[in-house]
C-alpha cells in the first residue's frame, strides 16, 4: 500500500457523538473511551469543543495528557478565544490538531451567520493562519459545503490551504447530498483547486437520510483520504457516518475500494459496547456489524447454508470484528486469586479497595446465579468502578410489591459518611424507589427522560443493566446499575445519575456548546 490507499481516520465520538441528546459523558467515562479509540488505531480523536466549558476544556486537556499515539483536536469556530482555547486545551498532547469551521452556504451565511461571502473568506484565511500558531497542523472545514455553490466552495478551500491547512474537511452538515452528488462535489474540488494536493480532502458525512457511509465511501472513490465519523453512527439528529461500517466495508470489499486503515477491527464490538453502556443508547438489534442480529441466522435456509459452509450467509467472520462467544468462567468456589487473575485477563486492574468490594458482590452474585460468564463479571466491575468516587452512595433498598399493595421501597444511602433512610410508597416499586432517593437527595428541577433496562446474558437468573437519564436546566446525564436484582440496579442506575448530575451542575454553558453543533 502507498499513502494515496491509506484512509485516515477521524473519530467524533467524543465531540460529535456526545452532542446527540443524552450522550453526555463525564471526564472518566470521555478517558475511557479515548483509551480504546486509540488502542484501536484511529488516527485523530476529536477530543471536544474547549471552549463550550471549562468541563469540556478540562476532558480535552486529560485525554491530550493521556492519548498515547492518536493525533488529539479540539473544535473551535473561526474565533480567537475558541482557537486559543482549544490550542491550550490540546497543548499536552505527543501530536495535536485544531480544527476550525465555518459556514459557507448561502442560507447559513445570510441566516446564521449574517455575514456577506468576502467576510467569510477573510474569516477563513484568518483563522486558519491563527492556528498555525498553535501547531503545524490544522484542518479546516465548511460548514453546509453540500449546500455550497462550487465557485465559493473552491475559492474558501483554496484560501484556507494557502493559509495553512493541512486537511480541508467538506462536511454534508445535515445529510441532505446522495452519493453521486457528494462524489461530484470531491471531484469538482480536485479539478478546480489549484493547490489542492497540499491538503488531505475529508468527508463528515451525517445520516439525516440514511446515507452517511455511502456518502463517505463516494468521497473517498473521488479523492477524499480522510473520513470523519462515530462509534456507533452516533450524533446529532440522526447520527453520522459509523466507525464501524466505514472501516468493514472497506476491509470486506478491498476489491471494489483498495483502501486500508490502522484501525484493529477485533476492538470493534468491545468499544461498541463500552460507548452503549456509557450513554445508554442501546445499539439496534439489525444494526450492520455490531448488532446482535449481525451474525444471527434463524431462517431455516440461511441456517442449512452456514452449517455447509459459514461463507453461504456471512460476508466477514465474527471474530473480525472482535466478536466471541461468552465463556462459563467463574462459580461461588472461585477464590479471591482466580477473581484477581480473570479480571486481568479482562483489562481490569482494581486497587486493592475496590477489588474487595468487587470480589464480595462477584460473592453475592454467585450464590444467586449458576452461570457466571465473562460478560457478568464485566458488567460487576464496571458497575463498582463507576461507583468508587460518588459522594451518594447505595446501602440497602427493601421492596414491597404486587397486585395488592401499596408497592412501598424502604431506602438507605450514604450521603458524604452519613446514613440516611426514607420509606415511601410508589405507583409500582420502581416509581417508590425513584420517589425514595427524591425525598433523602432533594433535586426538584430534575427530571426523569430515560428509565431503561436489559439483561446481560440469557436466563431468568441473569443480571439486569438500567440505564437512566436524568435532565436539569439543560444539562443531561446518564446513569448506570447492574445487579441480579433489577430493582437494585434500578435504584444504583438512578444514584449514578443523581452523583453525575451533582458534579454537572457548575460550569456548563449551553448557549455556547449549542452552537458547536458543525461541522
Known amino acids: 500500500m502507498t499513502n494515496k490507499d491509506q484512509i485516515v481516520i477521524f473519530d467524533t465520538t467524543l465531540r460529535d457523538g456526545e452532542q446527540s441528546p443524552g450522550c453526555s459523558m463525564n ?10 479509540l486509540d488502542e484501536m488505531g484511529v488516527d485523530i480523536i476529536e477530543a471536544g469543543f474547549p471552549v463550550a466549558s471549562p468541563g469540556d476544556f478540562e476532558a480535552v486537556h486529560e485525554i491530550a495528557k493521556t492519548v498515547k499515539n492518536s493525533v488529539v483536536c479540539g473544535l473551535s469556530r473561526a474565533k480567537k478565544a475558541d482557537i486559543e482555547a482549544s490550542g491550550d486545551a490540546i497543548k499536552p498532547a505527543k501530536r495535536k490538531r485544531i480544527h476550525t469551521f465555518i459556514s459557507t452556504s448561502p442560507l447559513h451565511m445570510k441566516h446564521k451567520l449574517q455575514m456577506p461571502p468576502e467576510e467569510v473568506l477573510d474569516a477563513v484565511s484568518e483563522s486558519v ?66 493547490n ?45 457516518a459509523a466507525l464501524e461500517e466505514i472501516v468493514m466495508a472497506l476491509r470486506t470489499r478491498h476489491d471494489m475500494m483498495p483502501y486500508t486503515t490502522n484501525i484493529e477491527t477485533e476492538k470493534i464490538t468491545k468499544i461498541s459496547r ?46 473480525s470484528v472482535g466478536l466471541t462467544e461468552s465463556k462459563l468462567v467463574m462459580g461461588k468456589h472461585s477464590g479471591r486469586h482466580a477473581f484477581k487473575t480473570k479480571l ?26 449458576k452461570e457466571i460468564f465473562e460478560d457478568d463479571l464485566i458488567a460487576l466491575v464496571e458497575d463498582e468502578v463507576v461507583r468508587e468516587n460518588e459522594s451518594i452512595k447505595f446501602i440497602s433498598l427493601q421492596i414491597q410489591a404486587g397486585t395488592t399493595g401499596p408497592q412501598t421501597a424502604d431506602m438507605v444511602l450514604e450521603i458524604d459518611g452519613e446514613e440516611k433512610a426514607k420509606k415511601v410508597e410508589g405507583n409500582g416499586p420502581v416509581d417508590a424507589i425513584f420517589k425514595a432517593i427524591r425525598e433523602i437527595v432533594p433535586h426538584p428541577d430534575a427530571h426523569l427522560q430515560l428509565y431503561q433496562v436489559h439483561a446481560i446474558t440469557g436466563g431468568t437468573d441473569a443480571q439486569a443493566e438500567v440505564t437512566v437519564r436524568l435532565e436539569e436546566n439543560g444539562r443531561t446525564v446518564n446513569g448506570q446499575g447492574a445487579d441480579a436484582d433489577t430493582l437494585v440496579a434500578s435504584a444504583r442506575a438512578y444514584i449514578n445519575a443523581l452523583n453525575k448530575l451533582m458534579m454537572k451542575r457548575e460550569g456548563f454553558n449551553p448557549q455556547t456548546a449549542s452552537e458547536a453543533v458543525a461541522p
Open 27 to 36: 471526564l472518566e467515562e470521555k478517558l475511557k473511551m479515548a483509551r480504546l
Open 129 to 194: 493562519t491563527f492556528a498555525r500558531k498553535f501547531t503545524d497542523d490544522v484542518e479546516w472545514s465548511a460548514e453546509d459545503a453540500s449546500r455550497t455553490e462550487d465557485d465559493f466552495l473552491c475559492r474558501a478551500v483554496e484560501i484556507a490551504i494557502n493559509s495553512g491547512a493541512t486537511t480541508v474537511n467538506i462536511p454534508d452538515t445535515v445529510g441532505y447530498t446522495i452519493p453521486e452528488e457528494y462524489g461530484a462535489k470531491i471531484a469538482m474540488l480536485f479539478e478546480r483547486v489549484p
Open 196 to 240: 489542492i494536493d497540499k491538503a488531505i480532502i475529508s468527508t463528515h458525512c451525517h445520516n439525516d437520510l440514511g446515507l452517511a457511509v455511502a456518502n463517505s465511501l463516494a468521497g473517498v472513490a473521488n479523492g477524499a483520504r480522510q473520513i470523519e465519523c462515530t462509534i456507533n453512527g452516533i450524533g446529532e439528529r440522526a447520527g453520522n
Open 274 to 319: 463500552t460507548l452503549s453502556s456509557i450513554t445508554g443508547f442501546a445499539v439496534q438489534p439489525n444494526k450492520a456489524i455490531v448488532g446482535a442480529n449481525a451474525f444471527a441466522h434463524e431462517s431455516g435456509i440461511h441456517q442449512d447454508g452456514m452449517l455447509k459452509h459459514a461463507n453461504t450467509y456471512e460476508i466477514m467472520t465474527p471474530e
Open 344 to 369: 486481568a485477563e479482562l483489562g481490569f486492574d482494581l486497587g486493592d479497595n475496590a477489588l474487595q468490594e468487587a470480589f464480595a458482590r462477584f460473592k453475592n452474585l454467585a450464590d444467586k446465579k
